[in-house]
Nanobody, 116 residues
């Protein structure tokens, strides 16, 4: 049984921080490229960050560079997205994605709302 479960979302004030977690079961995150996407109402699905099976970040959206950091913990089989200096425009549902030659798995998402 494959599961991808995001957590850590919520309401935060502008300038605040959140850490999103992606817990994986039924597959090994070190054998996949792990990605965080987000989608805000009326906007396209946007790639936020990705990290390779080698554990190196490979891409960040220009809008989050310098503020967000993707990482993985192979022992816990989890992936994280540290979000700092949050802005209202970061408000979206954030999705965790695992992809390699054999599969493409998605979580159901976690809501992040940045508002005062």
């Amino acid at each position: 049984q494959v599961q991808v479960v995001e957590s850590g979302g919520g309401l935060v004030q502008p300038g605040g921080s959140l850490r999103l977690s992606c817990a994986a079961s039924g597959f090994i995150v070190s054998r996949a490229t792990m990605k965080w996407y987000r989608q805000a109402p009326g906007k396209e699905h946007e790639l936020v960050a990705s990290i390779t099976s080698n554990g190196l970040p490979t891409d960040y959206a220009d809008s989050v560079k310098g503020r967000f950091t993707i990482s993985r913990d192979n022992n816990k089989n989890m992936v994280y997205l540290q979000m700092n200096s949050l802005k209202p425009e970061d408000t979206a549902v954030y999705y965790c994605n695992a992809v390699n030659i054999w599969y493409n798995y998605w979580g159901r998402g976690t809501q992040v709302t940045v508002s005062s």
